[in-house]
Each structure stands twice: as C-alpha cells, then as structure tokens.
T-cell receptor, first 112, second 115 residues
Framework: EDKVVQSPLSLVVHEGDTVTLNCSYEVTNFRSLLWYKQEKKAPTFLFMLTSSGIEKKSGRLSSILDKKELFSILNITATQTGDSAVYLCGLHGSGNTGKLIFGQGTTLQVKP | NAGVTQTPKFRVLKTGQSMTLLCAQDMNHEYMYWYRQDPGMGLRLIHYSVGEGTTAKGEVPDGYNVSRLKKQNFLLGLESAAPSQTSVYFC??????????????FGDGTRLSIL
C-alpha cells in the first residue's frame, strides 16, 4: 500500500531562519511527488517532482527528490511570516487517474 | 478567473439528514476529485472522476456518493449524515494524466458539521 509520511508535524521558527521539511514515501510504482501550501483555505500548488536530483526552485522555496532513498525535502530560506502555513506532500503512484495520497502535513509557524 | 468553486462554504446538519455538495470548475479539466481533511490526517480521497459520466472510489468512500453528469460539475452526496462525517471537504480538478503529470487545483473547501 502506498504511503506518505511528513516530518516534522509542526515547526515554529523566527523570521529569517531556514527550514527543511521532509516527505518520505513508500510506493509500488512512482510517477510523481507534489508539494502544496495551504493557508486558510485552498491548497496551492508549489512543485511537482518526477526525477531524482533535479532541484525545483521558486524564489526562496526549493525542493528536491531522492528516488533511491524515497524522500523529498522542501527548503524555505529567509523565512517570512507569510510562509506560515500547512505544507502538504502528495504522492502519485501508478496509473493515469491522477490520484494523490497525501501525508499528514507540516504546520509551519514563522514568528516576527 | 473562478477556477474551482465549491458550494456551500459552511453547513450544519443533523444526524440522518442528507445534503449535496457542489463543485464547479471552469478550466475544462477532465479529472475531478473529492477529499476530506481532518485534523492531523492530511487530505484523504473520497471519490474521483476521470471524465463525464464516470466515477470511482478513493480511500474513504463509505457513506458518500458522487455524480459527474456534466464535465464542469462534480457532486458529492451524503445520504444519511453521521457525526463522523464532520470535516472540511475539498474539491480539486486537473487536466488528464494520460499523457503527462498534472497538478491538481483546489477549491476553498466546505466546512460541514454534523450534530
């Protein structure tokens, strides 16, 4: 059975800190791994990762996938209070249905 | 620029009542999904659809039914609501995964309380 585990479950940092969020997974047939940011309402898409070792970057956020060790990390540098959110990791296994299995999420709080 | 719209945003039901949650998307997406989100459990897939007139079960389908009569709409029904169905429900949609991986786009959610 496909499975996704995120760690830590919650994290409190101060503005300017760098954080690393982890997503480990078990899957029979890997297709892609997605990261989402959820503030008050709808999760918003951040990154889709399909290949090992290729970093995806958007401003202060970056993510990378390790398909050998079965994990992904999401890095946020120079954190701001606007980064406070729940970060969700979703895994897509085999098939063409687009079904995602999500981890529990990591709640990040950035204090001024 | 609506994207994915969910109706209603909030609802309180009594045990045993029925209701339908509506999801509408204006992006011409083929695929649509219903999730529920409970504290500490992330998003769990209830049902999904890969095209008009087709539906399939997800991880937690019991107690729910769905219909996709039109491509742009995906309805989630609770026939006899139970307190365990108190949750936040999210609808999502995406382009077809037949040729390439596609991100899902989410609505703002429906907060449902069953008393």
């Amino acid at each position: 059975e496909d499975k996704v585990v995120q760690s830590p479950l919650s994290l409190v940092v101060h503005e300017g800190d760098t954080v690393t969020l982890n997503c480990s997974y078990e899957v029979t047939n890997f297709r892609s791994l997605l990261w989402y940011k959820q503030e008050k309402k709808a999760p918003t898409f951040l990154f889709m990762l399909t290949s090992s070792g290729i970093e995806k970057k958007s401003g202060r956020l970056s993510s990378i996938l390790d398909k050998k060790e079965l994990f992904s990390i999401l890095n946020i540098t120079a954190t701001q209070t606007g980064d406070s959110a729940v970060y969700l990791c979703g895994l897509h296994g085999s098939g063409n249905t687009g079904k995602l299995i999500f981890g529990q999420g990591t709640t990040l709080q950035v204090k001024p | 620029n609506a994207g994915v719209t969910q109706t209603p945003k909030f609802r309180v039901l009594k045990t045993g009542q029925s209701m339908t949650l509506l999801c509408a998307q204006d992006m011409n997406h083929e695929y649509m999904y219903w999730y529920r989100q409970d504290p500490g459990m992330g998003l769990r897939l209830i049902h999904y659809s890969v095209g008009e007139g087709t539906t399939a079960k997800g991880e937690v389908p019991d107690g729910y039914n769905v219909s996709r009569l039109k491509k742009q709409n995906f309805l989630l029904g609770l026939e006899s609501a139970a307190p365990s169905q108190t949750s936040v429900y999210f609808c999502a949609s995406s382009y077809s995964w037949a040729w390439s991986n596609q991100p899902q786009h989410f609505g703002d959610g429906t907060r449902l309380s069953i008393l």
